[in-house]
């Protein structure tokens, strides 16, 4: 077939698949449930290749897994919330609403032109009312078990767009969209408390069946340290205390100096008199600052002497108290002991602004040096009752010293932060909350969801909502005392659009509830959860805090809502770099499926490498695939069927490709799996190929090549749809990874050998060797001694 041959069929197919509905599962009837989900896409109205990786090449293995006794369960939808649109309407005053639906027609029809078998029936996109309606009962349920409030916080804030930022929008600094030096800003702000379930969502990563790496990336996001809080009286006022959190309490004795972070609500009281000025440029200077350039090991250790001095809780000793930029508000207290004996970051700062160094550790090898840090553990010196101690003892009687003076406990903290949901922009779903002179914050009553986007509203970025400008959006009346009031005119972070979509996937036209309870009941967790490596905290770590809190409230069956993780690999240019429209590398999938069809597209993705590492695009790729399919259709349509199997009279290699590509399939290993097919259509073509051939090949095909399978299988004689046929199946017996060759030896050396089963008896296989002409010839009685190592050899000694 040619190219716009392949064209013809194919969409001949699709029209055929989406008119029987065949990919449409009925949720309630479904037998042995396998929920397949790609993570959904942001509606930029371009398919990409990349796409056509993640949607394309994971439809492998929801076709596979179909045709093995599965009902599968392959919803796509949008996620379609977020700036561009809101880009679009301030760069060409178009407006958002319509411009996302209008990237959502182009990309289904991008998407259904890549032959994936999506169940288009439950289409979702996070815009719609209808959608966002849930969204906003998932923040009011938030807000009825006080799992968020509205704080003071200080944001990443992006001076560009104009919004605040999560750190996890923040790269190296800089804000993720736009490049931009990201500073730190104190705003009012709702938040998720997902630090109360920092210990739950650390423990439980174990148990998942994800990329290692990823699993890694979720542990050091949430970054759990073990240690001790410690409490210093103020010198001036000793009933206020300075608390910090410390790994190495061990080190106490070291401590030379305090230091608080610029923004510790202590820093305006612990400002002595002389020293204001100085102390309130240095706070706003650090205001100025990314928490990278704060933190950054090689940076200048920057900071003030606040003019305070706080008391050593076992020493009694007077230590100064500095504010510096090193420290940041946002992880343990705000606050740390100074050791710079041990502590490189402490090191620096002293060694720049003259404090005293002691050391208190002996470090387990070399000796105590007085021009080094020495940050290993090791036995304590200079430590009062405490020296001669590990590291180890002294953590935990020096906690308990401290306990007993009530100066100190052990602690736990977390580096995961509160999740900071409020955006100041317009497309997104409306917070439901309103603001009343008389009640105060009161949440917007759940029948009254949902609080609709107004569409009056001036989109210039101000750094306030543009919600703000809408008269007939912000004013309203309260819901409870019926005074005039105003709403919230923040929208939510698109994260929280995506932190619970997988649950309307299975109830999407729900208009009573965000999901079917018996429903998700059945269908929960997502079996396999396909989609980039670039997601291994955010979205990931949103949704299994989402999927813990409803589980909690028994919303949900499961408390965990993806078991299975894999991530797709990246496609990289002809020239080995990342596809990106800034290299001007990237390859147009409308186009090659228009010159070869989306089977040979589909395909050669398949083939180019493992799933989980992508590879590099070489055009020549797809003639080869091209090639190989019209060795398939000559196979099946021109060549009539061999009488009987020739060459290969148990269909031994047809079994062992059947095993293979069944095996290779399930581990998302479609490079090798159609390797396989490949190889055996050679074999086929030089031998002949008998109908059991022709017919496991077309069908083995299938998750390939489904449109041109279809047509194949057809011309077989066999009624539509391959699609829903079962798979074929193997006898393991018959397989050639199950047969051996066993050499035979008479006293060590060789006489013959014999192919056959894995794993017989060694009475079995004596048998056999015995049968061999040769060894009968030298074996005329019994053997003194026969030595047997299965699957391998037989030594007779005579
Ligand atoms: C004294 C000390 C002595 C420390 C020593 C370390 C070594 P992890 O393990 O990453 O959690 N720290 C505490 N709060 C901080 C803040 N707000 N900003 C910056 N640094 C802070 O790190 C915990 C250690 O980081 C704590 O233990 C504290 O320094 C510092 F030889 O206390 B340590
Ligand atoms: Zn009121």
Redesign the pocket.
């Known amino acids: 077939m040619t190219g716009p041959e392949r064209r013809e069929i194919e969409q001949k197919w699709q029209q055929r698949w989406q008119d029987d509905r065949i990919f449409a599962v009925d949720l309630a009837k479904a037998d042995h449930k396998f929920y397949h989900l790609n993570m959904f896409p942001y509606p930029s109205g371009n398919l990409h290749v990349g796409h056509w990786y993640n949607f394309a090449v994971s439809d492998i293995a929801a076709r596979a897994v179909r045709r093995q006794d599965k009902t599968v369960f392959n919803p796509m939808g949008f996620d379609a919330f977020g700036l561009p649109a809101e880009n679009a309407a301030i760069k060409h005053g178009l407006d958002p609403a319509a411009w996302t639906e209008q990237n959502i027609s182009s990309m289904r029809t991008q998407l259904q032109s890549t032959g994936a078998s999506f169940d288009w029936s439950k289409e979702i996109a996070t815009c719609r009312p209808d959608y966002y309606r849930w969204t906003q009962w998932m923040f009011l349920f938030m807000y009825q078990h006080g799992l968020t409030e509205k704080r003071e916080a200080p944001v990443n804030w992006c001076p560009k767009d104009q919004t605040i930022l999560a750190n996890e929008q923040v790269v190296g600094g800089k804000c993720e969209r736009c490049g931009s030096e990201v500073i730190l800003k104190k705003l009012p702000q709702w938040v998720f408390k997902i630090t109360d379930y920092a210990e739950r969502l650390l423990k439980d990563v174990d148990a998942l069946d994800w990329p290692e790496k990823t699993k890694t990336m979720q542990r050091n996001w949430i970054g759990r340290s073990e240690g001790a809080y410690v409490e210093f009286s103020l010198a001036d006022t000793p009933d206020t205390r300075l608390k910090v959190f410390t790994t190495r309490v061990d080190t106490l004795y070291g401590v030379t100096y305090l230091v608080v972070a610029p923004e510790h609500s202590l820093t305006p009281k612990l400002t002595a008199e002389g020293h204001t000025e100085a102390v309130e440029a240095y706070v706003e200077s650090a205001s100025h600052k990314s928490e990278l350039e704060r933190t950054e090991l090689q940076k200048q250790k920057t900071g003030v002497f606040s003019g305070s001095y706080a008391i050593h809780p076992l020493t009694a000793e007077k230590l100064p108290i500095w504010i510096a930029d090193y420290v940041l508000a946002t992880v343990g207290t705000g606050a740390v002991m100074g050791v710079p004996a041990h502590d490189e970051r402490d090191w620096e700062f002293a060694k720049k602004h003259d404090l005293l160094i002691v050391a208190v550790i002996h470090p387990a090898t070399g000796e105590v040096n007085a021009n080094q840090v020495v940050t290993e553990p090791g036995k304590l010196i200079n430590s009062a009752e405490f020296s001669g101690q590990t590291s180890e003892e002294a953590k935990q009687t020096i906690v308990a010293k401290l306990k007993e003076l009530g100066l100190g406990q052990p602690a736990v903290t977390y580096r995961l932060r509160d999740w900071v949901v409020s955006r100041q922009r317009y497309w997104g779903a409306p917070i439901p909350i309103?603001y009343?002179?008389?009640?105060?914050t009161?949440p917007v009553p759940a029948a009254e969801l949902p609080v609709l986007l107004p569409t009056d509203v001036d989109f210039k970025p101000t750094g306030e909502s543009p919600l703000a400008r809408s008269e007939s959006f912000s004013h309203t009346t309260?819901?409870?005392?019926?005074?005039a009031?105003r709403r919230e005119t923040d929208t939510l972070d698109t994260f929280v659009d995506s932190s619970w979509y997988f649950f309307r996937f299975l109830s999407p036209d729900n208009t009573a509830a965000f999901t079917d309870q018996a429903l998700a009941k059945k269908w929960l967790p997502v079996d396999l959860y396909i989609g980039g490596a670039e997601h291994s905290v955010l979205h990931l770590l949103y949704a299994r805090f989402f999927t813990k809190v409803l589980y909690d409230h028994d919303l949900s069956p499961v408390s965990e809502p993806f078991q299975k993780l894999r991530h797709q690999g990246t496609i990289l240019g002809p020239d080995n770099q990342k596809m990106s429209k800034s290299k001007g590398n990237v390859v147009d999938p409308d186009a090659l499926v228009a010159e070869h069809g989306a089977d040979v597209v589909r395909s050669y993705l398949a083939f180019m490498g493992p799933y989980n590492q992508g590879g590099p695009w070489h055009q020549g790729g797809l003639v080869g695939v091209e090639r190989f399919f019209n060795r398939v259709e000559r196979l099946v349509i021109e060549s009539a069927a061999a009488s009987s199997e020739v060459g290969d009279s148990a269909g031994r290699e047809r079994h062992s490709v059947i095993k293979k590509v069944t095996e290779e399939i399930a581990e998302l290993r479609f490079n090798t799996a159609l390797a396989a097919l490949m190889a055996w259509a050679n074999n086929l073509e030089k031998r002949g190929a008998s109908r059991e051939d022709q017919e496991a090949l077309t069908s083995l095909l299938n998750p390939f090549a489904p449109h041109l399978t279809e047509e194949l299988w057809q011309h077989l004689g066999h009624e539509p749809y391959l699609a829903l046929a079962a798979w074929p199946e193997f006898d393991n017996s018959l397989t050639v990874e199950d047969r051996v060759i066993v050499v035979v030896q008479i006293n060590g050396r060789l006489r013959g050998s014999f192919e056959t089963q894995r794993q017989q008896s060694e009475a079995a296989l004596i048998r056999q060797a015995r049968q061999i002409e040769a060894i009968q010839h030298y074996l005329t009685g019994e053997p003194k001694k026969t030595i047997v190592v299965p699957d391998k050899l037989i030594n007779f000694v005579i």
């Open positions: 309103v009343c002179g008389t009640c105060d009161v309260c819901p409870r005392c019926g005074n009031a």
